[in-house]
């Protein structure tokens, strides 16, 4: 291929060694959205003499532009596990249902769709959630941090998503629908500069090559390492990678011991020990990774209400395909290589400039006017450089059902472009079946009923959730995809997994709960500022959760920007009731 088209950026990542010997004021485990922005806002907070100290611990490694794999012999030995404990790709398996995530420093934002996208204001209403944020949306103070935190990520719409082939094929799934309403999306990726940002930290415009979920190495996407991170640094905040965090217990001297483990480059553990959180622990190592940590402190003697490990939801999460289509959707990634081949071989579709874009870059919203729990959001996928090759052979002796298999010559067409797929050995991509495909990833209203628990043989978070399967709203997507494929010609191929299992099994990209926000004990872990409850409803002192773990409830749409604007909401609490005063940075 092509010299990769990428930029040099600084690391942000301290060396270990370089660490305060007798700990830190505020200790924050894992550098996902939770994470990064507490870090953030308590960093750069005005503090009276002397201002707090604070670090940043997370388990995985820092990726840098250039640095992500982008074929599928580079990325399997970076799928996380024993033998790859610093990989990328976090994926945990169950039998009800499995969970896709990143790791490394920025969490999950590395591979992610970086969506931005604000929930409906009723879903404040469900009971589970507190009080005081219903009263923080009523006063409009909740969408003061949801503007915060769109501001800080530069999260905008594609300035030209409409000319996407996948966006229009998008549209027209819906089109003549009753109750659906089109939007492009607001996504946390750069179009408009070159050079450094506001925070500092060099970036590359988006060249639409459609890697955002196996790593940007464009250096285009926001993801955290290019603005919440570099604010807390630049706050003096220390931050180290490849630290695993075990556990924490209160330390009879005040605060709180944090127990780790250490890994090398290769993985190997160098080193196991504790340091000390003198003030202040925020856990955002998100809703599987908080979860174990705190059943695992709970085991070690913390008290904890039963609530730890509860209100487990996949966000409603649920895939589908319309494959091979009428028209082409232009959908193959080409990764960081515009003049590649392989990119010159995807060409636009007639009067386009644009191939394939972003991952996620537009929606349909159905339902509006009815209750929250029937509400359904479809957006369109691209697929990875990486997973391009696999996708097409794999795809191409798939059965799926002929929405029109009575239309002779258009059947004929389609079976054409699926043997240019079969075994993927033709080189003519943009004629292949799944050039003319829609991925699809769908979000609704799950009841929220896993159970997190501990692994008996690993001590490592297991997801306990029977039957999450059949729940009504899976088979309401399901069918919902069906009429998008039936609208484009395509052949519907139902979600892999959850099609062919007898479990009916999910996937999910979007895990929340664990650690559940509630009014007391006996409903959350968590009250409303992220503070966590001891097994008597009494708030610990200094010992906060901020990530997706605290969320009660699926959210039905893309959860990061709901996340995020409850942990600026938590980094302000924490910040006040350590004696300082929030500022927001605009820029560094």
Not at 492 to 506: C, M
């Amino acid at each position: 291929m092509a010299n990769m088209y990428t930029v040099n950026r600084a690391p942000l990542a301290s060396d270990w060694n370089t660490r305060r010997p007798d700990g830190y004021d505020v200790v924050v485990i894992g550098s996902g959205y939770g994470g990064a922005i507490t870090a953030a806002r308590i960093a750069s907070a005005q503090w009276p003499d002397p201002k707090p100290t604070i670090c940043i611990l997370e388990r995985g490694k820092e990726w840098l532009p250039g640095q992500f794999p982008d074929n599928l012999l580079d990325g399997a030995p970076q799928v996380r596990s024993d033998l790859s404990p610093l990989g990328l790709y976090d994926f945990h398996i169950g039998a009800d249902i499995g969970v896709i995530k990143g790791s490394g420093l920025g969490g999950t934002s590395l591979v992610n769709a970086n969506v931005a996208y604000q929930p409906d204001d009723d879903l404040f209403d469900n009971p589970q959630w507190p009080q005081a944020i219903r009263d923080a949306r009523d006063s409009g103070k909740l969408q003061e941090y949801f503007d915060r935190v769109r501001a800080t990520l530069f999260a905008d719409r594609h300035p030209h998503g409409m000319d996407l082939s996948k966006v229009k094929a998008l549209k027209k799934g819906a089109d003549g629908r009753p109750n659906s309403e089109f939007d492009l999306l607001n996504i946390a990726v750069n179009f408009t500069f070159e050079g450094r940002n506001n925070w500092g930290v060099q970036q590359r415009k988006c060249i639409n090559c459609g890697d955002c979920i196996t790593g940007c190495n464009v250096g285009a996407k926001n993801t955290l390492d290019t603005n919440y991170l570099a604010i807390a640094k630049s706050g003096g905040a220390g931050i180290f990678t490849q630290v695993e965090v075990n556990r924490v217990e209160k330390d009879p001297a005040g605060g709180y011991l944090i127990h780790y483990v250490r890994r090398d480059n290769d993985g190997g553990v160098t080193q196991q020990g504790t340091l000390k959180a003198k003030r202040t622990v925020i856990l955002s190592a998100g809703a599987l990774g908080s979860t174990a940590i705190m059943l695992r402190s709970r085991e070690q003697g913390l008290g904890l209400p039963n609530t730890v490990g509860t209100r487990f939801s996949g966000n409603g999460d649920f895939f589908g395909l319309a494959y091979n289509s009428d028209a082409r959707t232009d959908v193959l990634g080409w990764g960081a290589y515009p003049d590649s081949d392989r990119a010159r071989r995807i060409q636009p579709a007639p009067g386009q400039t644009l191939y394939p874009g972003p991952t996620i870059v537009a929606r349909i919203r159905y339902r509006k006017d009815k209750p929250l729990q029937k509400r359904i959001t479809i957006e369109d996928l691209s697929f990875p450089l990486m997973y391009v090759d696999a996708a097409r052979a794999a795809f191409a002796v798939m059965i799926g059902r002929d929405t029109d298999s009575d239309d002779f010559f258009d059947s004929l067409e389609e079976t054409g472009r699926r043997l240019l797929d079969v075994g993927a050995f033709n080189p003519e991509l943009e004629k292949g079946a799944l050039n003319y495909t829609m991925l699809y990833l769908v979000m609704g209203y799950d009841d929220a009923g896993g159970r997190i628990e501990l692994d008996a043989n690993t001590g490592q978070a297991a997801i306990r959730w029977p039957g999450v399967g059949g729940q009504g709203v899976f088979q309401r997507e399901n069918d919902l995809l069906l009429e998008h494929a039936t609208a484009l010609g395509a052949d519907f191929i139902e979600n892999p997994i959850w099609g062919f299992t007898p479990a009916r099994t999910l996937f999910t990209a979007h895990p929340l709960g664990g650690c559940p926000m509630g009014e007391d004990q006996t409903t959350g872990l968590v009250n409303d500022s992220g503070q966590v409850f001891d097994e008597h409803g009494i708030p610990h002192d200094g010992l906060y959760i901020a990530d997706g773990s605290i969320i009660p409830t699926a959210i039905g749409v893309n959860p990061f920007l709901t996340i995020s604007a409850l942990s600026e909401r938590i980094a302000e609490s924490v910040t006040t009731s350590l004696g300082g005063t929030p500022v927001v940075v605009t820029s560094l």
